[in-house]
């Protein structure tokens, strides 16, 4: 069986694939709906969209801030406000390569 | 002066369904005879019922108290069960009673079948038109044995010979306190021509039942909670201090009513010092917290007439409302609510519960009951009677995999949680916080200089508290129908936008009596019309004058 690969976001280096999966997820519980994320997790947030394969669409003309809203059946998702005002949801599970 | 007399039932060592009653006095217990139960009464339920039946068989009067509306439900039926044979078929008011249950309720209700032995439960959460007509049918002593729960003691005034009480609680885990328990017991011997009530503590050696033994009657001192907390200065200090930048799950419930009432009182009066409970704290308390509320009410610019509006709802908290409004940069319009006609009216009621959620107060919590509580709301304004809705909780709860055949659905529970919900979410959370939420919405559309676009039709709170959202169905609660006949005889209405003065006319003509109507919907109407007729000429009389 092959090694677990460690994975690198930012500066947070998690020794599993798993475990910055369960990170992000954490981070997404700990919001509530319509609430704004904070400039820590933000910065967090940045980076792992750039694993995202459609990181640079979803960013569009580039992030204002962050939000957590519901998304399809009522689910949690975190989405990205752009500068120009539009919206946009992410799934924080394909920002970990 | 009619007085209750305290007895107490218990049983005889060995032989469990032989049971000895006495005398209550002042420290003393004074045996006044032997009973036999029909059964061993092999739970604490089968022996509520079944002291009942034992002391309470040959008349009619017999409260039986417990503390939960399932237990309620439980007690009814084996007291039915004892029964066995007792069927009132001819009367034509328990009759129509159970007609009503089955047909607006659910036929599965077990009132459908318990009524017709003069058997009923009783609770807080039950729809008003079938609560007031069980305490009917008691009170003329057609329902002999009502088995009820703690709604008993706010405010609903009812007589009975007999009260049958076990270790009473308040709601679940709270022990009632002795002033609710003798105004519990002060019900008994109000019966009509009786002088005299009983009541039987059953159980009244068991330690653990009875912790206190029997309650005294004695004077209790009240206390206002707000003097309790301000008591407490410390905690209360430590928690205005941190108020302004918690988040709503934070919120501590018991500190923040108090702390609620006095940032709004010293919003509107400019300082605490006149503030009642502050009154009786020393001046270095009242300056203490004075300051402490000063800086919290710096930032704060909501209208003077929603505070006062919104008295349960901290000015902390409309005003983080009003903040999230202020921040929100999609078109503000996406704020306000869809009629519930709209295909996307639920959605926009989870959008502005979870905003409702971030900022009053997690009123809609767990999130995951977001959905179903907007889901109750949006039923519950366009109209749907409680039948309908319980149907439908109970056809979505079927199509879940747990549930195999239709036997398996735990039916009392589903129709008692979705009373519940209607009484609970509908009729009471949803109309105070979508109240406030969209108070605070009209003043943010006035400072951004866009109220014209602010619907002045928009009267949710007065749809919500109702339950209707038409000018015909506002119209009949308005002229004294419940809500479950007004809905049952607006379908017979062509039109939506019926005045008061025009169904008047149409139910005059009495064309309304062959319709098909639950008897005692159509009981009620008969009453409205003749009411409404008296009142009309004797109008007209003093106008001639």
Redesign the interface.
């Known amino acids: 069986m092959a090694k677990a690969q460690p994975v690198e976001i930012g500066e947070i280096k998690f020794p599993r694939k798993g475990d910055a999966l369960k990170y992000l997820q954490s981070m997404l519980n700990s919001y509530r709906f319509e609430e704004r994320v904070s400039d820590d997790d933000q910065t967090f947030l940045l980076n792992a969209l750039n694993h995202h394969p459609d990181g640079k669409e979803k960013l569009g003309v580039g992030l204002d801030y962050f939000f957590v809203r519901r998304a399809d059946y009522g689910t949690k998702c975190f989405w990205i406000k752009r500068l120009d005002g539009s919206v946009e949801r992410f799934s924080y599970k394909h920002c970990v390569p | 002066m009619p007085k209750p007399v305290q007895g107490s039932g218990s049983s005889s060592r060995g032989r469990p369904k032989e049971w000895t009653l006495s005398l209550v006095l002042e420290d003393d217990l004074r045996p006044l005879g032997n009973f036999a139960l029909f059964d061993r009464p092999t739970t604490v339920r089968k022996r509520m019922a079944f002291v009942a039946l034992a002391l309470g068989r040959m008349t009619s009067g017999t409260l039986v108290y417990v503390n939960t509306a399932d237990s309620a439900e439980r007690v009814a039926a084996q007291i039915y069960d004892g029964l066995r044979g007792e069927e009132q078929t001819e009367d034509s008011d328990l009759n129509d009673l159970s007609d009503f249950c089955e047909k607006m309720i659910h036929p599965k209700y077990q009132l459908v079948h318990l009524v017709k032995r003069g058997v009923a439960f009783h609770y807080g959460n039950m729809p008003s038109i079938l609560r007031e007509e069980i305490e009917r049918l008691f009170t003329i002593g057609k329902i002999r044995f009502l088995v009820s729960t703690s709604t008993l003691i706010e405010g609903v005034n009812l007589a009975c010979r007999t009260i049958v009480i076990r270790g009473p609680k308040k709601g679940i885990g709270r022990d009632m306190s002795p002033q609710d328990f003798w105004n519990l017991a002060g019900r008994a011997g109000r019966w009509g021509a009786d002088f005299y009530g009983n009541i039987v503590c059953v159980d009244v050696s068991k330690k653990d039942v009875w912790p206190d033994g029997l309650p005294q009657k004695t004077a209790y001192p009240i206390k206002r909670e707000t003097d309790q907390v301000v008591d407490q200065f410390e905690s209360l200090a430590e928690y205005l201090a941190k108020r302004i930048d918690m988040?709503t799950?934070q919120v501590d419930y018991k500190l923040e009513h108090v702390a609620a009432y006095l940032m709004s009182w010293q919003y509107r009066e400019g300082s605490l010092e006149q503030a009642p409970p502050i009154k009786k704290a020393s001046k270095a308390v009242a300056e203490k917290l004075d300051e402490l509320i000063k800086s919290s009410l710096e930032k704060i610019d909501i209208a003077q007439d929603i505070v006062d509006a919104n008295p349960g709802i901290s000015i902390v908290a409309l005003q983080r409302l009003k903040t999230?409004f202020e921040?929100y940069?999609?078109d503000p319009k996406s704020l306000l609510p869809i009629p519930p006609e709209d295909d996307d009216s639920v959605n926009k009621f989870?959008?502005i519960f979870?905003?409702i959620?971030?900022t009053l107060a997690p009123v809609f919590s767990p999130?995951v009951r977001?959905?179903p509580c907007a889901l109750t709301t949006w039923d519950w304004m366009r109209g749907r009677t409680l039948g309908q809705m319980i149907a439908g909780r109970l056809r979505r709860e079927r199509e879940k995999p747990k549930y195999q055949t239709d036997e398996e659905l735990p039916y009392a529970k589903l129709i008692r949680e979705t009373m519940a919900s209607v009484e609970e979410i509908a009729r009471f959370l949803a109309p105070k916080y979508l109240g406030a939420y969209l108070s605070v919405l009209k003043q943010h559309f006035g400072e951004k200089g866009i109220s014209d676009q602010f619907p002045e039709e928009l009267t949710y709170d007065l749809f919500l508290e109702f339950g209707v959202s038409t000018r015909t169905l506002l119209s009949l609660i308005g002229m004294g129908l419940s809500r479950t006949s007004s809905i049952e005889l607006s379908d017979f209405f062509g039109r939506t936008d019926l005045s008061e003065a025009e169904i008047l006319e149409r139910l005059e003509t009495g064309e309304w009596e062959s319709l098909n109507l639950p008897a005692l919907v159509k009981r009620e109407i008969r009453g409205v019309v003749q009411r409404k007729i008296l009142e009309k000429s004797l109008t007209s009389d003093l106008e001639e004058q």
């Open positions: 988040k799950d999230y921040n940069d999609s989870v959008f979870d905003i959620n971030l999130e977001v959905l």
